[in-house]
């Protein structure tokens, strides 16, 4: 049996478990900057996880915006791809150079195509087709095809 990734942070793991709020409430709001601190987090796996946690969360603040464009630079590939994805949900055009960069990589994962559909530009297209040849994994496949789709479609739709 393979061994579940998580944080080794105590306050990492209560907040995946929902017993931390991150809004709302009288310790929402602390929550969140903790939360936010954990992006930097010298562990990587701690680093990851606050940065997936603060992607997926709907507050939308320019001190959630800051934190996810710092996390878009990490020195860690996995923890740039989340904090994409959570830019991505937020303002497109601020995801755009950081997805565009990764797409230029030679390896994709599921929070880059997710962010790649969500930014639907045409621009990333040629980058996405290096990416829907048959991987093996169907689920990437799917999401590369996905958001392949949603470029090539922004891209009719602007005539580019």
């Known amino acids: 049996m393979t061994e579940r990734y998580l944080p080794s942070s105590p306050f990492l793991n209560t907040v995946i478990a929902g017993e931390a709020p991150l809004r709302g409430?009288?310790?929402?709001?602390?929550?969140?900057?903790?939360?936010?601190?954990?992006?930097?987090?010298?562990?990587?796996?701690?680093?990851?996880?606050?940065?997936?946690?603060?992607?997926?969360?709907?507050?939308?603040?320019?001190?959630?915006?800051q934190a996810l464009i710092v996390a878009a630079q990490d020195e860690e590939?996995?923890?740039?791809?989340?904090?994409?994805?959570?830019?991505?949900?937020?303002?497109?055009?601020?995801?755009?150079?950081?997805?565009?960069?990764?797409?230029?990589?030679?390896?994709?994962?599921?929070?880059?195509l997710e962010a790649a559909a969500l930014v639907a530009d045409a621009s990333l297209a040629d980058d996405l087709r290096a990416f829907c040849l048959q991987s093996g994994n169907r689920f990437l496949d799917e999401l590369a095809a996905k958001a392949l789709a949603a470029c090539e479609a922004a891209g009719a739709a602007t005539g580019a």
């Open 77 to 112: 590939a996995i923890v740039r791809a989340e904090a994409i994805s959570g830019l991505a949900s937020r303002d497109r055009a601020l995801a755009l150079p950081f997805l565009r960069a990764e797409l230029a990589g030679a390896s994709v994962t599921m929070p880059l």
């Open 25 to 65: 409430e009288p310790h929402g709001e602390a929550n969140l900057r903790r939360l936010i601190d954990m992006t930097r987090d010298p562990e990587l796996a701690n680093r990851d996880w606050a940065t997936m946690l603060l992607a997926q969360e709907r507050v939308d603040t320019a001190e959630v915006r």
